[in-house]
């Protein structure tokens, strides 16, 4: 076999390597090198296989050449592919980036663990997205989440320390909810091959241990997708985490976690079933609005810019859900679509705000909270920063010409679609509350005098603008040209809704 | 009631290894609820696999009944998983313990908001 057929194994192995390398490397520079090398030809990989199944269709590859469905299977679709390609980038953008960032807010000495903790969190999330097997998504799950853990608790701050321990504690229910959830599917199917589960569970679904399968997988993926009201982690872990952890993880672990609940809900379950004979779409229309309304209304009034665009995050991945729940091709595109955008644009912000972060940091003291007084004026000697932070903040809102516009239309659409014109006004009120906290930063940053007293600093440096602004960058891009967002979650979309009327 | 002993066993450990994360404000405490937890489902797995009079999956034209393998193998990986929290959620309370002095959550919470206090003071002033 040539190399080109290994490349859905080697997409997971090459990065799950470069991990023991770095940590045997022992020193923080080669470490960096190694693990981004991994990182950017992961990147390429997943470029190549998104190509290929672009041009050939799905792609199957059984591990070790062990037969699916006894083997382990990998098998992309248009989903998934679409999937590895936005984790597999971030992390290509993000890791250049900690090499400047880390600087202040770790320990020299502990350089070259950082780097092989977030190899392994891009190996747990690409074997994720990857897998066709469901207990070796638990499997890969749990890597990302174990090195999330120690990738927060490596924040300055002491609370940093509570954050991760509180995100281990409900981060872990999640997951052996999860695996409960899994055992149950394969005490009643027998099989564990995702493809092969599909038909077995069309014939039990509506047994007591199916729903109660069903119950166990939503409520664990719902805690690590963070879904209103199971998002108690996420606001102090997306604070205190180091800059690039939090852009990293704001970007990529929440979407895999939704993927995997998509995964489930359309590929396994069905969306006949789910969506018309369960109150299912019921129950996610109320948790997104929820979402939609309560976390962005409690963003407005945060102080800390990282903890306002955490609370930020759980109201965008409301509309994810909420696109979910209508069950139609647009619906679902749309949701597969902001899961791109935004996590482009949130992996933006929070560069930047990084980059703030840093700049406000003296050499002696723990890295300062972002708050608004001490941005403010910031813009003055800032300048591109800020902008930056802006673009991103537009894209949240759903301004046109920015990726976030595109897929806040076919969220309207869809919800036109279904007849629901009330949900397009509590989309755009929605959307409203984020103007406001939007706007905060803004007024914080240009209108208001500096400080007195406030030394004066330049623009952040080369290394922290030039990640923040390629993805920056990708947020307009593809709030102009739509072909690769839109093409690929429409064609993904219509490969999981059966449900045609 | 006797045929469903495994999965009473199962469901008590599982409710009360929950409870424990819950009810206690240890951070070690929480910790063995969680591990309470995990554990009872490497039960929920196991049981089912094994076959009253089926032996070991190893093809032989003596027996006819075999038990199911599979599941052992994916708890041994459950297992680990469970080692590695455990572990690493022991490492956490050590560190917390070194910059807080204190294991009791709500201890912890007290010496947060002691310090955010100061920290809106200081953004007025």
Known sequence: ?501 | MLAHFSNIITVFLMVAGLFIIIARGNLIKKLIGLSLFQTSVYLLYITPGKLIGGTAPIISPQYTVYSNPLPHVLILTAIVVGVATLALGLALAVRIREAYGSIEEDEILERDHGVEAEEAKEARS
């Open chain 1, 1 to 501: 076999m040539s190399l080109a057929q290994h490349l859905p194994a080697l997409q997971v192995v090459l990065p799950l390597i470069s991990a023991p390398l770095a940590v045997l490397s022992r020193r923080a520079g080669l470490a960096f090198l190694i693990v981004t090398a991994a990182a950017w030809t992961a990147f390429a990989i997943a470029i190549a296989l998104w190509l290929q199944v672009d041009l050939s269709g799905p792609v199957s590859y059984p591990i070790g050449n062990w037969e699916p469905p006894w083997g382990i299977e990998y098998r992309l679709d248009r989903l998934n592919s679409f999937m590895l390609v936005l984790v597999s980038g971030m992390a290509a953008v993000v890791l250049p980036y900690s090499r400047a960032s880390i600087e202040r807010e770790i320990p020299q000495e502990s350089h070259y663990l950082f780097y092989a903790m977030l190899g392994l969190c891009l190996t747990g999330l690409l074997g994720m997205s990857i897998t066709g097997d469901a207990f070796n998504l638990f499997v890969f799950l749990e890597i990302s989440s174990l090195s999330t853990y120690v990738l927060i608790a490596m924040g300055r701050d002491r609370r940093a320390l509570t954050a991760a321990y509180q995100y281990l504690i409900m981060g872990s229910i999640g997951a052996t909810f999860i695996v409960i959830g899994i055992g149950f599917l394969y005490l009643m199917t027998g099989t564990l091959n995702l493809a092969d589960m599909v038909d077995r569970v069309a014939r039990i679904e509506n047994s007591r241990p199916g729903l109660a399968a069903l119950a166990f997988i939503t409520v664990g993926v719902s805690l690590k997708v963070a879904l209103a009201p199971l998002h108690q982690w996420l606001p102090n872990a997306y604070t205190y985490a180091p800059s690039s952890v939090s852009a990293f993880l704001a970007a990529t672990a929440t979407k895999v976690a939704l993927y995997a609940l998509i995964r489930f809900y359309f590929t396994v379950f069905g969306d006949a079933f789910l969506f018309e004979k369960l109150p299912l779409p019921k129950m996610m229309l109320v948790l997104s609005l929820f979402a939609m309304f309560f976390a962005n209304f409690i963003a407005i009034f945060q102080d800390n810019l990282k903890r306002l665009f955490a609370y930020s995050s759980i109201g965008q991945i409301g509309y994810i859900t909420l696109g979910l729940s209508f069950d139609s091709i647009d619906g679902v595109a749309a949701s597969i679509m902001h899961l791109f955008n935004h996590g482009v644009a949130k992996g933006a912000i929070f560069l930047l705000v990084g980059a703030i972060v840093a700049r406000l940091t003296t050499r002696q003291s723990a890295p300062p909270a972002p708050g608004f007084d001490r941005i403010a004026g910031l813009a003055r000697s800032m300048p591109w920063t800020c902008f930056g932070i802006v673009i991103g903040g537009l894209s949240l809102i759903g301004v046109p010409g920015t990726a976030g516009f595109i897929s806040k239309w076919y969220l309207v659409l869809a919800a036109v679609d279904k007849g629901q014109w009330w949900l397009v006004g509590a989309i755009l009120f929605s959307s409203l509350l984020a103007v406001a906290y939007v706007w905060r930063f803004v007024e914080a940053a240009y209108f208001r005098a500096p400080p007195a007293g406030r030394e004066a600093f330049g623009e952040a440096s080369l290394s922290l603008l030039i990640p923040a602004w390629l993805l920056v960058g990708a947020t307009v891009w593809f709030g102009i040209d739509t072909s690769f967002t839109v093409g690929s979650a429409i064609e993904a979309a219509q490969q999981l809704v059966h449900n045609h009327k």
